[in-house]
């Protein structure tokens, strides 16, 4: 009975052992689980918030072009009768001459004095 008794008493023993490593491996795997989960959760809230800012500014890249869209339509209609224009709006005509002939005239300045160069083909401006 002896050898019976310290058998199954080594049998129970070996069984907690395998419980207790099966406990401690399943702890492990849940808590591996756990952290997994809180990445792809992270990694959805910063997805999440990446398309909600390109969403953004594509909404306002798109409202920028309609109004550049509209102010050259604006330019346009002015420019179907320039005379008629200038007729109308004689000072502001005359302070856009005046702004785009120095515009022109620092442009020219600057080239003079070898502000602008060219490299490859493109211009740059020079370091």
Do not use: C, Y
């Not at 300045?109 to 060219?118: H, T």
């Amino acid at each position: 009975m002896d050898e019976q008794q310290s058998a199954a008493r080594e049998l129970d023993e070996a069984l907690d052992r395998i419980k207790s490593k099966i406990d401690g491996s399943a702890e492990s795997l849940k808590s591996r689980i756990g952290g997994t989960v809180h990445q792809i959760e992270s990694v959805i809230d910063s997805a999440d918030h990446l398309l909600g800012s390109l969403i953004e500014r594509v909404n306002t890249t798109a409202t920028q072009t309609r109004d550049v869209m509209h102010s050259a339509e604006k330019v346009a209609e002015h420019l179907e009768d320039p005379v008629g224009w200038v007729r109308k709006f004689p000072m502001a005509a005359l302070t856009g001459a005046l702004v785009g002939g120095l515009v022109l005239g620092l442009l020219v300045r600057q080239e003079r004095k070898g502000f602008f160069s060219r490299r490859e083909g493109r211009l740059k401006i020079a370091p």
